[in-house]
């Protein structure tokens, strides 16, 4: 855990990878010299960097505080939708000080910032962030953004002023070369400037200074827009137009506590319900809203346009969140996943692409990851009756998906990640799957016959010599192969063992390629031979996605003692409390929401095909509230009798007071409302 603090951004990215990105207008509270770098955590005195102690540390949905131990400031912040809100206690000191670093990007930094004192309360101005100055990917993510803001302090501005770093054309300005000790020491001596009104340059800082006795308090509020300063100025109005802090905070709160009473929990323990609902929560962060209050978003093209009748949003982690995080929120935030797929057809359309992009982030095809993602959402949403976008371009747009990005006329992606690819090919299929479901619900048999043929193509990478899917070059030779646990050999972010069960849409297909006996052996070690706290490794390795639908194939091949058995020890061992709760990135919500769904007993293998596997629920009963706009039933409840850490296995289930010879229940059963009554006991059942 970090013993340092730079200060309170006011954009953030949740829980990426890549280096990261945003973390922009940095504000810091504090006393005596002006520092204008940040330091370092090994030299914080460098900088305006302070230690922190977690003794001091509050952490709530729609609040957090802690003390600056250098500046004996404590700091406690909140949130709306489109502003922000920050409190501070400062000493006593005759040269106290609330700073803002402009350049502040997290994986790079802005390459120029603007900076205008409105009146004696209130600065406004800019940052903008392109592929230059690093961020995602170190600008391998080609994101490209401008940061607009307005921010008002509730002591007024008398002696102010402005830092000015010198930054020579020539020096690069991504990670490292921000980072390095040459560049810092630049910024360290930025000249400083009393009294600038206005500034513009490659390494702005903003600072206000005045004196405090013992507990002053001093006010913060600023408005953030993506699209203009007079944006940022109407967000901050329409979200705080006041300064009551604990308003702010009490709101805030309130609209968490109202998003996460979607689910009601009870029984488990009370590490088990911090657990599922820190897990909820994170779930519920991306994707953003990236528009103005009144509907004004910066487009693909470069150009403001304005969302009428949907919310515009950005940070789409697709290979990732289709998974688990999409399908959950079908079930509780259906008007979210309309507002995404609206989102993502606006930039299929206005990048002129025509196809949907499968790592999105602020307009950008950032390139990351692999396969057609956005093609698996708007189909499974599609399929579960969440409509209201325009059918004709988000079948177009998904066509066009498929066939810019798919097995080609081979069969098999054979240019692909590490001279042809397991993992491409796999998910290519899959997405094929996906659309031919698309092509069936519109009426379009013969297109989704064409379509269905080429979802097999998983068949053209099995390799009866080794017994496994393996990579095949471009003229159809199997690539050297270094077993099933060896990482790479095709395969991005796993080996062969862990992607070779991708093939969620076929699985007696994939059944019949294996041979039964072979394919529950091969199940089966997967998972005995996976370490128990269930961190990187070889075999069932959590942290990453590719596995995240193996332990719910037990269920469909007639053994479901073991999904229930893998999926509970997974909640346990996987997962916890405090802020090592996670055991890999939460990859925007998507580590987040397996835990979720395994949690409450229900989980896709197959999103598109609208049905959710049947598990050992953590807890005694789940209520799940369900949109009237969008689902006939008014609650879904989960009961699980007898249940506890050892009565882990399903003995029988009801559906409304019937029972339920299955362990699978469609998304059309759940949002009709209803009654799931699970039997448990310690002893495996049939």
């Not at 657990?275 to 929560?281: E, G, I, P, V, W």
């Not at 789409?316 to 259906?334: A, C, E, H, K, M």
Request: proline letters at 4%; glycine letters at 10%; hydrophobic letters at 35%.
């Amino acid at each position: 855990m970090h013993d340092t603090l730079e200060g309170f951004s006011f954009t953030h990215l949740s829980g990426t990878g890549w280096y990261g990105d945003l973390g922009n207008f940095l504000v810091t509270p504090t006393v005596g010299a002006l520092h204008t770098a940040r330091g370092t955590r090994e030299n914080p005195d460098r900088g305006y960097r302070s230690r922190i102690s977690h003794a001091t540390e509050v952490a709530q949905a729609g609040y957090y505080a802690i003390t600056l131990d250098d500046y004996a400031v404590r700091a406690e912040l909140t949130a709306t939708p489109r502003a922000g809100m920050i409190r501070f206690a400062f000493p006593k000191h005759e040269q106290s000080r609330i700073q803002i670093d402009l350049a502040r990007r997290v994986g790079g930094t802005s390459t120029e910032q603007f900076v205008r004192v409105v009146d004696e309360h209130t600065i406004c101005g800019w940052m903008t962030c392109p592929p230059e100055g690093g961020g995602f990917g170190n600008g391998g993510g080609t994101v490209d953004y401008t940061v607009h803001f307005y921010c008002q302090f509730s002591k007024p501005l008398t002696r102010y002023g402005v830092w000015r770093a010198e930054i020579p054309d020539a020096w690069e300005r991504k990670n490292f070369d921000v980072a390095a000790d040459a560049y810092q020491q630049a910024v360290a001596e930025a000249p400083v400037t009393y009294g600038a009104r206005e500034a513009q340059g490659r390494h702005l800082g903003f600072f206000t200074e005045f004196e405090t006795a013992a507990d002053d308090v001093v006010l913060l509020k600023c408005g953030i827009s993506f699209v203009s300063i007079e944006g940022a100025k109407a967000n901050l109005e329409h979200d705080i137009p006041h300064w009551d802090f604990d308003a702010v905070r009490d709101e805030a709160q309130a609209s968490w506590e109202r998003a996460l009473s979607v689910v009601r929990v009870e029984g488990g323990t009370d590490d088990d319900k911090e657990t599922f609902y820190t897990a909820l929560y994170h779930t519920m962060i991306d994707p953003r809203c990236v528009s103005d209050v009144n509907g004004d978003y910066v487009g693909a093209d470069g150009h403001v346009h304005r969302a009428e009748d949907f919310t515009y949003r950005s940070v789409f982690s697709g290979w990732d969140v289709y998974r688990s995080q999409f399908p959950l929120q079908t079930l509780i935030n259906p008007a979210m996943v309309n507002d995404e797929i609206n989102s993502l057809l606006q930039i299929a359309e206005l990048s002129g692409r025509g196809y949907l992009p499968r790592w999105e982030m602020l307009n950008a095809y950032t390139g990351s990851m692999l396969g057609n993602p956005g093609v698996v959402v708007i189909v499974d949403a599609y399929r579960k009756g969440i409509r209201n976008y325009d059918t004709d371009k988000a079948f177009a747009c998904c066509r066009q998906s498929v066939d810019t990005f798919g097995n080609g006329e081979q069969g098999y992606a054979a240019k692909g990640i590490g001279k042809g690819c397991i993992s491409e090919t796999l998910e290519y299929a899959y997405s094929d799957w996906c659309f031919a479901r698309f092509a069936e619900s519109l009426g379009k048999a013969d297109l989704a016959r064409v379509y269905d043929e080429r979802s097999r193509a998983y068949r053209n990478i099995w390799n009866d010599e080794v017994r496994w899917f393996r990579a095949r070059d471009e003229e159809g030779h199997w690539l050297d192969w270094q077993g099933k646990t060896v990482h790479g050999q095709g395969c991005r972010e796993s080996n062969p063992y862990q992607q070779g069960w991708f093939v969620p849409h076929d699985i007696p297909g994939l059944v019949e390629l294996m041979g039964e006996d072979y394919f529950l052996q091969e199940l089966t070690a997967l998972f005995e031979n996976t370490p128990e706290d269930f961190l990187w490794n070889d075999y069932y390795n959590h942290p990453n996605e590719p596995v995240h639908n193996t332990v719910f194939l037990f269920n469909a091949i007639g053994k479901p003692w073991l999904t229930q058995k893998w999926s509970r020890m997974i909640c346990a061992k996987a997962y916890g409390p405090g802020p090592f709760g996670l055991c890999g990135n939460e990859d925007v919500g998507q580590m987040s929401a397996w835990y979720v769904l395994a949690a409450m007993g229900i989980h896709p293998i197959c999103p598109g095909d609208g049905i959710y596997q049947i598990t050992s629920p953590v807890f005694d009963r789940i209520e799940i509230t369900l949109d009237p706009d969008y689902h006939t039933g008014k609650t879904f409840t989960i009961v699980a009798r007898n249940n506890s850490p050892d009565n882990i296995y399903i003995q029988s289930a009801e559906l409304n007071g019937r029972p339920l010879d299955r362990l699978e229940i469609s998304h059309e059963e759940i949002t009709a409302g209803g009654l799931l009554v699970l039997t448990m006991g310690d002893s495996q059942a049939r």
